[in-house]
């Protein structure tokens, strides 16, 4: 006879983003859109959190979190919306953050 298995192995790690500590630069152009992505691939899945300027970030009609918090899309830009953005990626194990500094041009 025969006897088969299978198994999902899972193996838990903690949160990191390559380049810890470096700010990226990006230059949108008004009225466009812009994807910023948290790269994270920890198990447990971490809890994400954006921030701009150093504030928790509000969504509204045009800044929406997305994927569970992986992508921050912001549509129709104006100057306004430049500035740092920050992604935060926790879970049980530690945590780490991503920087980004959008400039806006018309």
């Not at 049980?92 to 959008?102: E, Y």
């Amino acid at each position: 006879g025969e006897d088969s298995r299978s198994f999902h192995v899972s193996i838990q790690a903690p949160p990191s983003i390559a380049s810890i500590g470096e700010t990226y630069s990006i230059t949108a152009v008004a009225g466009g859109q812009l994807i910023l992505e948290c790269p994270e691939d920890a198990v447990p899945s971490p809890h994400i959190e954006w921030h701009w300027e150093r504030s928790p970030l509000q969504e509204d009609a045009r800044r929406q979190v997305l994927s569970g918090g992986r992508f921050l899309q912001i549509q129709a830009l104006g100057a306004a919306d430049g500035g740092e953005y920050s992604c935060r990626a926790t879970n049980a194990l530690g945590d780490t953050s991503l920087r980004v500094q959008v400039e806006v041009h018309g």
